[in-house]
């Protein structure tokens, strides 16, 4: 049966990759999930029975929206606090400007679409959650660790990466984690506000251009000289909204394995 007395963890973008490695990751150290995805529902189920397998007691609810929107974000956040007040709440929804349709869109449409989900989304939900325990916790019902958000970034967003990629991703994921800097710094002493920023992940697009230049590219500008994986985000999200990571607040740690910055193939070009 599930466990209601299991703090709540929610996590956008969940129903794949990098989210669903958090998802499952936070059920396995004792949260309750609320997991999300636009319209991904066959993987919004995976995730769910992943997170059974690893957590047969969790209290997993499922729940579909389009972020881009307010409208959007402000019924899945209803839908989030319902039941019970989430204690970490991990903006992770990102456009996929890669591999979909949106790929071949004018630069100025994706970049449209990063803004409208990578950026205000996790902007508005950051503020919604915040507000929330502002006004919900106080010095005898907060838990035992201050309820924390995680962000997204990306690495290369203070570093730079040539082509359309590097412009579109570096200025959306810079805003995000300066965002965050500034949420922390407005929360004070009621709440911690981070974020990640991972590097080269091999996520579905990472797999299937794992044997062609990208594959160089990752594996020579990571110090440990392989590709990152979702787990090794969902690690570092893990860690951060745990207690250990109490004195931990207004940072942007990359998940990387420590980096190269300047590639063995710096002189290749990069296509846009």
């Known amino acids: 049966m599930p466990d209601s007395s299991r703090p709540l963890a929610v996590v956008t973008g969940s129903s794949s990759g990098i989210g669903a490695a958090i998802a499952v990751r936070l059920a396995e150290s004792g949260f309750n999930l609320v997991i999300h995805a636009r319209r991904n529902i066959r993987g919004l189920t995976e995730t769910a029975r992943s997170i059974a397998s690893v957590a047969p007691s969790a ?26 007040t989430p204690s970490a709440w ?6 996929d ?30 503020r919604m959650i915040t507000q929330y325990w ?19 970034g990306w690495d290369q967003a203070r570093l730079g990466m040539e082509g359309e990629p590097g412009q579109l991703f570096g200025t ?12 922390a710094m407005t929360t004070g ?26 594959h160089r590219r990752a594996t020579s500008e990571s110090l440990t000289e392989r590709w990152g994986t979702p787990q090794d985000v969902a690690e570092a999200v893990n860690w951060l909204v745990s ?30």
């Not at 991990?90 to 456009?95: E, K």
């Not at 869109?105 to 939900?125: G, M, N, P, W």
């Not at 502002?134 to 997204?152: E, I």
């Open 243 to 272: 207690p250990a990571a109490e004195f931990i607040n207004g940072q942007t740690i990359l998940i990387n394995g420590g980096r190269r910055y300047y590639p063995e193939t710096s002189t290749s070009r990069v296509e846009d």
């Open 189 to 214: 002493k009621q709440a911690r506000a981070n974020c990640v920023a991972p590097g080269w992940i091999q996520t579905s697009w990472g797999t299937s251009n794992a044997a062609d230049y990208w």
């Open 59 to 84: 209290l997993v609810v499922s729940a579909t929206a389009d972020l881009r929107s307010p409208t959007g974000c402000r019924q899945f956040f209803q839908a989030a606090v319902a039941r019970q």
């Open 134 to 152: 502002h006004d919900h916790f106080t010095v005898a019902t907060s838990p035992a660790s201050k309820p924390c958000v995680v962000n997204v």
């Open 97 to 126: 400007i890669l591999t979909s349709a949106v790929a071949s869109s004018s630069f100025e449409q994706r970049l449209q679409l990063l803004l409208d989900v990578d950026v205000q989304a996790t902007i508005r939900l950051s």
């Open 90 to 95: 991990v903006n992770n929804a990102g456009a």
């Open 172 to 183: 959306c994921k810079a805003a995000v984690e300066a965002f965050t800097t500034s949420l």
